[in-house]
């Protein structure tokens, strides 16, 4: 592998890309002004970036009129450098080196942290433990594969695609579910304080930052899998606006991870290794919440929301308890109490 290739960008190509297309595409709501476009880069009430489509430029009025190109935006937009935000415009709409046949994509060591990847040693990434394996195979693994991690996908690729299943993939897709979090817990905001709220607005800011970090990991994972048959993945397209409204209306489901609970990857997988299958329960979101801490008693327990309904997955042992649990009805017991306090005692 060629480790001194660089990836060379048609940069025509990228500062051509529709300058209203590439804010929109990094979560900013844009707003027509006849040919051009206005757009809010901070908490403001009145937007203050403009859009030109004829220059297919912007200028930030309220930052002492900084602007520039697309390439410009997104460095602006990622806080990075310009060598970066070449990049991941070029990711963001799918767009190959100029010489993508010599170009080494291997990402360098600081975005395999982006993926929860320790580049500088492959053993690192590793789970193998002494007091299971013994200490003669572990420091034969650490040996054998005492290396970098570029080294590793060169030498061994096998093991390498296994590390990132095992950790790059589940590392990748927790910033996803975080993301989407976060928006799950403004929209539930804005109902239960009865608010309209904009995408544009500062109490967006934590959610937008965490879709720029899903966004920007997704691409390093994507350019650091050499065969996707051994790890599948497929970048999703994000979009702010457009994934708050689908949460919103209940047409996109949010994982709700929380301390005492594992993620669905991690229940599938505990379940897989002791030979034990699934079970899955809905109830409504009021009821979940209510009965959340019981239930994580119960069993553990991954808890899926969409719109105002919530999905359990669970080890299928615990499957009467839980379901005991949902349907229980705390007037009947009451009732029932209330009729035996009434009987006659002997």
């Not at 450098?81 to 190959?96: C, H, K, P, V």
Request: with cysteine; glycine share 4%; charged share 25%.
């Amino acid at each position: 592998m060629n480790k001194s290739a660089r990836a060379f960008y048609d940069l025509e190509k990228l500062k051509s890309i529709p300058i209203a297309e590439v804010a929109q595409a990094y979560g900013i709501e844009v707003k027509p002004s006849g040919t051009d476009f206005w757009c809010k880069l901070r908490d403001e009430r009145t937007p203050s970036c403009k859009l030109y489509t004829k220059t297919n430029s912007f200028c930030d009025f309220g930052n002492t009129n900084y602007g520039g190109d697309t390439i410009q935006l997104t460095a602006f937009l990622h806080s990075c450098s310009r060598a970066d935000a070449i990049e991941i415009l070029a990711n963001t709409f799918g767009i190959a080196p100029e010489n993508q046949a010599t170009y080494n994509r291997f990402p360098s060591n600081r975005q395999l942290a982006k993926i929860g990847i320790q580049g500088d040693r492959a053993t690192k990434n590793f789970d193998f433990h002494p007091e299971k394996y013994g200490d003669s195979v572990a420091m034969k693994i650490s040996e054998k594969y005492a290396m970098t991690v570029e080294r590793l996908s060169e030498q061994y690729p096998d093991v390498y695609h296994q590390m990132l299943r095992a950790k790059a993939v589940p590392y990748v897709h927790s910033l996803r579910q975080m993301y989407l979090a976060e928006l799950r817990r403004l929209h539930e905001f804005s109902v239960n304080f009865g608010l309209k709220i904009q995408t544009s607005n500062e109490i967006f800011d934590e959610a937008r930052e965490l879709m720029r970090d899903a966004q920007t990991s997704e691409h390093i994972l994507h350019n650091a899998i050499h065969d996707f048959q051994k790890v599948p993945f497929q970048e999703n397209q994000y979009a702010l606006d457009k994934d708050f409204a689908a949460i919103a209306k209940g047409r996109m489901s949010v994982e709700l991870v929380n301390d005492e609970s594992l993620n669905y990857r991690e229940l599938k997988a505990l379940l897989k290794a002791g030979n034990r299958s699934i079970a899955y329960s809905k109830l409504p979101c009021d009821k979940f919440y209510t009965l959340s801490e019981q239930l994580q008693k119960t069993a553990t327990v991954s808890a899926f929301a969409k719109g105002d309904t919530v999905t359990l997955a669970y080890d299928s042992t615990y499957a009467d308890q839980i379901e005991d649990l949902i349907n229980f009805n705390q007037g009947e017991q009451l009732t029932a109490a209330e009729t035996v306090n009434m009987l006659p005692t002997m």
